[in-house]
């Protein structure tokens, strides 16, 4: 087992299929559940609020209320490809200075990340 305990992602959340979620986001925008969740959200986004989103893939969400105002992210992800993409995403949006960026299991590594006004 690897340090994060995340050595069963790694077959099912590989980098092809991060690259697939970020070319299907980046033609059609949020699916249809990550609207809906952004739209709940966003009332209580306000400027420089803080996101934590676990298991936040290709970071739609982070993104896309940093873009809104929220003034930090922090994205928490099994899967050290989808975490490779969701920072060239950022890095894209001009948001790498407003989002970290956490391998592992959440519950393992909860103690060490800060709380937030928005969790996903």
Do not use: E, N, Q
């Given at each position: 087992m690897d340090a994060c305990g995340c050595d069963?992602?790694?077959?099912?959340?590989d980098r092809r299929t991060a690259e697939h979620d970020r070319d299907r986001y980046r033609r059609k925008g949020p699916d249809r559940t990550t609207r809906m969740l952004l739209?709940?959200?966003?009332?209580?986004?306000?400027?420089?609020?803080?996101?934590?989103?676990?298991?936040g893939g290709i970071g739609v969400i982070d993104g896309e209320l940093l873009l809104a105002g929220a003034g930090h992210a922090v994205l928490v992800d099994a899967s050290a490809a989808y975490l490779d993409v969701a920072r060239q995403e950022a890095r894209q949006a001009n948001l790498l200075d407003r989002i970290e960026f956490v391998h592992g299991d959440?519950?393992?590594r909860a103690t060490e990340i800060d709380a937030a006004d928005i969790v996903t």
């Open positions: 069963d992602f790694a077959s099912i959340f739209d709940m959200m966003r009332p209580y986004g306000g400027v420089g609020s803080t996101v934590l989103d676990v298991g959440f519950v393992r």
